[in-house]
């Protein structure tokens, strides 16, 4: 664990009762761009806290789910919080803190962001949620690095299970090796999505979760 977190905002979203980590690729297809944003939507309406990097693609359009639903967005950075990296998403971060939400990092102020710290942040996304939501990834992308740390950290993990046209992009290999090895739940729509964050029970700090359970059945759309 972190020796310190820094906050800037409320920090009411670090004890909230559930939490959900939504993360995947920066460059995510437009299907993986809806479906993070829904997602967000979907998890604050249901009153989750909704944890994320900050950095384009996935994690932008979930914090921005989160924002249409008046909930609240953790935002975990690789860098000092006097910054916003990358700086086109200052104004989201501006809207998270305005929400209620609050920006944090293990590092103090001055601190640039570096390769290697990108991957340490990745540790406290998943350690401040009580599961992980996939949404798109490719085999070795960095979205693999908060899946690893969250089985260490005994959370649930699921992941977007995309439709067939989709199976043969890149960015969704990832889901279907993580569904096929059994490390996640497979979510292909969003009523799945809804018993899926209905079924999480709030992380106990020395009583954690077991591991991802089940795969289930896909289907081929996702219908809200």
Not at 101 to 123: H, I, N, Q
Not at 173 to 187: C, E, S, T, V
Request: charged share 25%.
């Amino acid at each position: 664990p972190p020796a310190v977190l820094f906050v800037k905002g409320k920090p009411d979203g670090l004890h909230a009762t559930r939490s959900l980590a939504i993360v995947g690729t920066r460059e995510p297809t437009l299907y993986g761009e809806e479906v993070a944003q829904r997602s967000g939507r979907t998890a604050a309406e249901v009153g989750f806290v909704v944890v994320s990097g900050l950095a384009h693609g996935c994690d932008a359009f979930a914090h921005k789910g989160c924002l249409e639903a008046h909930g609240v967005g953790v935002a975990i950075l690789a860098h000092g919080l006097d910054k916003v990296y990358p700086a086109a998403n200052r104004d989201l971060a501006e809207r998270l803190l305005e929400e209620g939400g609050c920006l944090v990092s293990e590092y103090p102020l001055g601190v640039t962001p570096v390769r290697s710290a990108f991957a340490e942040r990745d540790r406290i996304q998943s350690g401040l949620s009580d599961a992980v939501l996939v949404i798109e990834t490719d085999v070795k992308g960095g979205t693999m690095h908060t899946v690893r740390f969250a089985r260490d950290q005994k959370r649930r993990i699921a992941c977007i299970a995309h439709p067939d046209r989709l199976l043969t992009e890149h960015k969704t290999k990832g889901n279907q090796k993580l569904i096929n090895d059994g490390w996640a739940i497979p979510i292909p729509n969003g009523e799945a999505l809804t018993e899926f964050l209905k079924g999480i029970t709030p992380v106990i700090l020395d009583d954690a979760l077991e591991g991802p359970n089940g795969t289930g059945d896909r289907q081929r759309s996702w219908a809200f």
